[in-house]
Every structure is written in structure tokens, then in C-alpha cells.
């Protein structure tokens, strides 16, 4: 079982930064993919971004160039430095680490919250 527990988020201004941290504990493995995912009111929840254990990242276009994913495998951190944040950014962060050949091994934060409001 791994245990996933965000940290990092809150309320920033349009134009700002926040740094999200995820600490995960329990049986996982370097080899595990680790994401960030959001989910805001009344939509589905979508990929934000995603490093596998050798570094390759991967981000959609609605976040590319402004957030960055990082790992450090010997603390068991996943990291999300969000630069430039919109309005449209609001939502609730959830990480997410998976197995990346067994669809069992699949894990999820509680989440926390990122408001980006004047």
C-alpha cells in the first residue's frame, strides 16, 4: 500500500507562483509514475503533469511552459512549481503514483486546494 499527502496548496494572485509537494510513504518504488492531476467544480478531473522514473516529463498545453514536475526519488517527493497561475488554474490538486506495467498499483492524494483570485 503507499500513502500520498500533498502539501503546498492555497490562494494566490493572478500572475503568481506556488510550489505543491507530495510525500509518499509505504511500498512504493522509484519505477513508479508520479503525476499531478486537478479537478475543478463541475469538471472532470484532467492531467496537469506526469514524470516517469527516468525524468521524462509530459504536460498538456493548457499548463506547458508555466508548471514544472520534479522528483526526488530518494526523499519519495514529487514536486509541482506552478509559475504564472490563471484563474482557470483554480482547482483541487490531487497527486497520483502508478505502476507503470500493473494498472493495480494506482494511488491517489486527498488532494489540496489552489484558488487563484485577486
Known amino acids: 500500500q503507499v500513502q500520498l499527502v500533498e502539501s503546498g496548496g492555497g490562494l494566490v494572485q493572478p500572475g503568481g507562483s506556488l510550489r505543491l509537494s507530495c510525500a509518499a510513504s509505504?511500498?512504493?518504488?522509484?519505477?513508479?509514475?508520479m503525476g499531478w492531476y486537478r479537478q475543478a467544480p463541475g469538471k472532470q478531473r484532467e492531467l496537469v503533469a506526469a514524470?516517469?522514473?527516468?525524468?521524462?516529463?509530459n504536460y498538456p498545453d493548457s499548463v506547458k511552459g508555466r508548471f514544472t514536475i520534479s522528483r526526488d526519488n530518494a526523499k519519495n517527493t514529487v514536486y509541482l512549481q506552478m509559475n504564472t497561475l490563471k484563474p482557470e488554474d483554480t482547482a483541487v490538486y490531487y497527486c497520483?503514483?502508478?505502476?507503470?506495467?500493473?494498472?493495480?498499483?494506482?494511488?491517489w492524494g486527498q488532494g489540496t486546494q489552489v484558488t487563484v483570485s485577486s
Open positions: 514524470i516517469t522514473s527516468g525524468g521524462t516529463t
Open positions: 497520483n503514483s502508478r505502476h507503470p506495467l500493473i494498472g493495480k498499483y494506482d494511488y
Open positions: 509505504g511500498s512504493i518504488s522509484s519505477i513508479y509514475v
